[in-house]
């Protein structure tokens, strides 16, 4: 059973860091190194956005609205991803996921980020 186990969430003022890690387990190494992983962000009331993607060749793409300030990264021994987030921003509450593409429906509880202002 495919699973991801987000963290490293919290409570940080406005132009504060972050750095969130998700967990998969049930993956194969081969599967995991050979596929893209996603985080997403669900602010209050609002749908689930895709913000960064990693590819297996460490290529990453970013939504517009956290380019330059977030960075995805993967460790595919630990077959984690990660998501550092710089300069934060009030309206960046909200619950942060991670995917593994693969397999779409597996999502797992999310970590909270709450940015005060």
């Known amino acids: 059973q495919v699973r991801m186990v987000e963290s490293g969430g919290g409570l940080v003022e406005a132009g504060g860091s972050l750095k969130l890690s998700c967990k998969t387990s049930g993956i194969i190494w081969s599967a995991f190194s050979g596929n893209s992983m996603a985080w997403y962000r669900q602010a209050p009331g609002k749908q689930r956005e895709l913000i960064a993607t990693i590819e297996s060749s460490g290529g990453t793409n970013y939504a517009d609205s956290v380019k330059g300030r977030f960075a995805i990264s993967r460790d595919n021994a630990k077959r984690t991803v990660y998501l550092q987030l710089n300069a934060l921003k009030p309206e960046e509450t909200g619950l942060y996921y991670c995917?593994?593409?693969?397999?779409?429906?597996?999502w797992g509880q999310g970590t909270q980020v709450t940015v005060s202002s």
């Open positions: 995917q593994y593409p693969s397999y779409p429906n597996a």
